[in-house]
């Protein structure tokens, strides 16, 4: 199915899961799931490109990812610097910004540094590369809560003035439009703590596959399904919209 462009959303968010059972279908340690994910992350970018997708923002590592062993994190860490380092240049040539959601300060100063460095080097372009790291969607909403409640304290921000446009006002990426398609891997039926204030009327999107083998195939199927989803946002077509429809 071709997908007209007015249905391609505009931002995809993806929880990209399934590495470590990739790797352990092939008696591999999970790791080598990780470094093969960070190939699916290349290909999926090109995709999104090729879509007309703007915005597509990844679920590399949580808060609670921390919590993992310890060789596991320092090989994802690992493993991520050099990603950075493989692809600055591509990002660059393809006019991509990248741009860091998370508690940055948790991760190791080396890999910060790079990712900050690229950040600068991409600032200017429009369509977004925007990676969740030491991510957690409620961490998130408490830091938009303390920013608030700062403001109110020092008297820039009166109560009343508190709402939905001030939460989202001091969220991680307020620019960014909240996603139209979330897709999540690996076939698992949860939200994991992602993006929890910018779902509230999100399109998902879950398949078995998991994130190493997800090419073009797969994401093809995630478009095709949106382009057939009625968005409503809570509210109801009208007759004329109904009809157009049919």
């Known amino acids: 199915m071709e997908v007209s462009e007015h249905k391609v959303p505009r931002h995809i968010a993806i929880i990209m899961d399934g590495n470590g059972r990739w790797a352990k279908q092939r008696g591999e340690p999970r790791l080598a799931g990780h470094e093969a994910g960070s190939e699916t992350v290349r290909c999926v970018l090109n995709y999104c490109r090729d879509a007309g997708v703007r915005y597509l923002t990844l679920y590399a590592f949580s808060t609670e990812n921390w919590s993992r062993p310890q060789d596991e994190v320092a090989g994802l860490m690992a493993l991520l610097g050099t990603f950075i380092q493989t692809y600055a240049d591509d990002l660059v040539a393809r006019q991509v910004r990248l741009r860091v959601i998370g508690r940055r300060e948790d991760l190791p100063a080396a ?35 303390r920013l608030i409640a700062a403001e109110v304290k020092a008297g820039t921000l009166a109560p009343e003035a508190i709402d939905e446009a001030a939460v989202s006002a001091r969220l991680y990426a307020p620019d960014v439009p909240d996603p139209d398609l979330i897709i999540r891997t690996s076939g698992e039926l949860r939200i994991s703590n992602f993006l929890l204030w910018q779902c509230a009327y999100s399109e998902f999107f879950v398949t078995p596959v998991l994130w190493p083998d997800f090419r073009e195939a797969a994401f093809n199927e995630a478009l095709t399904a949106y382009a057939k989803r009625d968005r409503r946002y809570g509210g109801v077509k009208s007759s004329e919209e109904q009809e157009a429809s049919l």
Request: proline residues 0%; charged residues 30%.
């Open 111 to 145: 890999v910060r540094e790079s990712l900050e460095r690229v950040e600068r080097a991409t600032a200017a372009f429009e369509r977004q590369l925007i990676i969740a790291l030491s991510y957690s969607g409620r961490s998130e909403l408490v830091r938009a809560v």
